[in-house]
């Protein structure tokens, strides 16, 4: 049974770093695009960044260009998204999703998706 689970997610006070870990099980990561979203209380559900198969990052939240970075290490089966600079504005679950073809804006297009896992930014 495919599966992802995001960990990593926590309270954090502003101006602070996390990284989140989205892992996979029994499926391989190498063949597939990994997207991260996230969803605000009251929001809709949004992309942050995709890293595709190759490496290619796309970015589509204006918002975390310069704090945010993905990378991906098949070995271990697992993509991240280092979070720096964090505000609090960038409280939300956080989710990620994978795509065998390529990266995509809409959360519902993925093949796959993980439970999500809370970050929280206050003083």
């Known amino acids: 049974q495919p599966q992802l689970v995001e960990s990593g997610g926590g309270l954090v006070q502003p101006g602070g770093s996390l990284r989140l870990s989205c892992a996979a099980s029994?499926?391989?990561?190498?063949?597939?695009?990994i997207g991260w979203f996230r969803q605000a209380p009251g929001k809709e559900r949004e992309g942050v960044l995709c890293?595709?198969?190759?490496?290619?990052?796309?970015n589509y939240a204006d918002s975390v260009s310069g704090r945010f970075t993905i990378s991906r290490d098949n070995a271990k089966n697992t993509v991240y998204l280092q979070m720096n600079s964090l505000k609090p504005e960038d409280t939300a679950v956080y989710y990620c999703?994978?795509?065998?073809?390529?990266?995509?804006?809409?959360?519902?297009?993925?093949?796959?998706w993980g439970q999500g896992t809370q970050v929280t930014v206050s003083s």
């Open positions: 999703a994978a795509d065998v073809m390529r990266c995509r804006r809409l959360w519902g297009d993925y093949d796959y």
């Open positions: 029994g499926f391989t990561l190498d063949y597939y695009s």
């Open positions: 890293i595709n198969r190759i490496g290619g990052r796309t």
